[in-house]
């Protein structure tokens, strides 16, 4: 099968499209006929090997070669232990740990994994994944954001923020979202009510606090989290620098038991109800799904320098050509 490949960690140069094996399904696996895959920082991420925990897989080489973790597809074949899917199931999923997506075929399990609703395109579906779960749990389970709280979205104008803007105006709350100049009228149109150029404006800075901090790009120190939370606030951090992560270990518990204030790293769990939730929300038009731009997988390269120089606005989509696969 042809496949998006690369072998070392760099820019979006190492990327090159290649024949590989075609994947075999285990028992517990199913083989899905990728038609779309979408793209999160997670890849850049796993592509530049940066932060240091996007090396996880390898340290100096990567483990997994083909990045990609949100596809929608059909299902080609079912390993034996498969109970919930069956050949020809068009289905959307989440495959963690940067795996597998670019390309024409993927296995993954049944975890995470969603019947595509018939209404919705393959692009759409693809669109979902990771984003809606990591919102979904920073604004509602974890967050558990009530009406009229004050909510902060850093890096609300990407992937997982124009969801999570989206969800915590549903719940009622006065949202603020933080990205750059280019992304504020995205942010106002899908809800917020503030929204922060983060090259004009520092948001720890600026006096305000609010119940509920969620940032995907979290880089601040603890402190400054600390002085832009209400007391009992909550910062959930996502992504971002490892530093920060280790200091939210570190310190969140201390600060929590001193001030009420709980500042932590949320890790996502992923549960195909959850996909299903989200996919309610857009069939009914309550939440919007934000594709900027659609690529070819030979477009790759160019697809991930468009998101990791920081022009997304929502989401990147890669249509997955269905003529001429093996
Ligand atoms: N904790 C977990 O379990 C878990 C699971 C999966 C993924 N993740 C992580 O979650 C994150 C998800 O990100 P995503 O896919 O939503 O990213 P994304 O689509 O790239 O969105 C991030 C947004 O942040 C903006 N940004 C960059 N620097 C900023 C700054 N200093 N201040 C404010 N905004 C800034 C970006 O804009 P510009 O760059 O254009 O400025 C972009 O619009 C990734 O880091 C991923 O590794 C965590």
């Known amino acids: 099968m042809k496949a998006i490949v690369y072998h070392q960690y760099g820019s979006p140069n190492a990327l090159k499209l290649e024949e590989v094996q075609k994947p075999t399904p285990a028992d517990n696996q199913l083989l899905i006929s990728v038609h779309a895959v979408s793209l999160n920082r997670s890849d850049w991420e796993g592509l530049t090997g940066k932060p240091l925990y996007a090396r996880i897989g390898g340290l100096f080489k990567p483990g997994n070669k083909i990045l990609g973790s949100d596809i929608a597809g059909t299902v080609e074949a079912v390993g034996k232990e498969v109970k919930l899917f069956k050949p020809g199931d068009e289905v959307f999923g989440l495959m963690l740990n940067y795996g597998g997506g670019f390309a024409e075929y993927a296995c993954k399990s049944e975890k995470a994994l969603a019947l595509k609703p018939a209404g919705m395109t393959f692009e759409e579906a693809a669109a979902i994944p990771q984003a809606a779960f990591i919102a979904l749990q920073g604004i509602r389970e974890k967050g558990q954001v009530q009406p009229g709280q004050k909510v902060l979205i850093n890096g609300a104008g990407g992937g997982t923020g124009t969801f999570a803007i989206q969800l915590a105006k ?106 299903v939730y989200i996919t309610e929300l857009i069939e009914s038009g309550k939440v919007v799904l934000v594709i900027d731009k659609r690529y070819s997988l030979s477009e790759a390269a160019e697809a991930l320098r468009y998101l990791g120089e920081g022009h997304a606005k929502g989401k990147v989509v890669i249509t997955v050509e269905q003529n001429n696969k093996t």
């Open 170 to 275: 549903l719940a009622g709350a006065e949202v603020t979202g933080v990205d750059n100049a280019e992304k504020l009228e995205l942010m106002r149109s899908l809800g917020a009510d503030h929204v922060i150029d983060y090259t004009r404006e520092e948001f720890t800075k600026n006096g305000k606090q609010y119940d509920l901090i969620l940032d995907v790009i979290a880089h601040r120190s603890v402190f400054a989290y600390k002085r832009a939370l209400k007391p009992d606030g909550s910062c959930f951090m996502v992504g971002g620098s490892v530093a920060t992560m280790f200091q939210s270990l570190l310190l969140g518990p201390l600060i929590r038991r001193i001030t009420g204030k709980n500042i932590k790293l949320l890790v996502v769990q992923t549960d195909s109800k959850d996909l």
